[in-house]
C-alpha cells in the first residue's frame, strides 16, 4: 500500500510564501513526484513535477516563483511557492508515479488561499 501524507497549506497574504511537503510511506521504488492543483470549478493541473534523477518541469503560471525539490531517501517532495498570488488558490495535491507502470498516487490535498 502506499499512502502519501502532505502538510504546508494554509493562508497566506499575496506576495508570501508557502513550504508544502509530501511524504510517501512505501516500499515501491517512486519514479516521479508532482503537484497539482485544482480551484473551485477549474480543472486539476499539473504545477510542478520532478524525476529521481532530478529533472524537474513546471507549469509556465509558476516558473520563477515556484520551486519543487525531493529527497529520495525520504521519499519526500516539496515545493516551495514564493510571491505567491490570489489566482494560486487551490487545493495542491501530490502525485507520484512508481516503477510499476500503471501506478498512479494520489494525496489527500491541501488547501492554499492567498488573500489580495
Known sequence: QV???ESGG????A???LRLS???STS???TTMGWYRQAPGKQRELVAAITRGGST??????KGRFTISRNN???TAYLQMNSLKPEDTA???????TSIVTDNYWGQGTQVTVSS
Open 3 to 5: 499512502q502519501l501524507v
Open 10 to 13: 494554509g493562508l497566506v497574504q
Open 15 to 17: 506576495g508570501g510564501s
Open 22 to 24: 509530501c511524504a510517501a
Open 28 to 30: 515501491i521504488f517512486i
Open 57 to 62: 518541469d513546471y507549469a509556465d503560471f509558476v
Open 73 to 75: 531517501a525520504k521519499n
Open 91 to 97: 487545493v495542491y495535491y501530490c502525485n507520484i508515479k
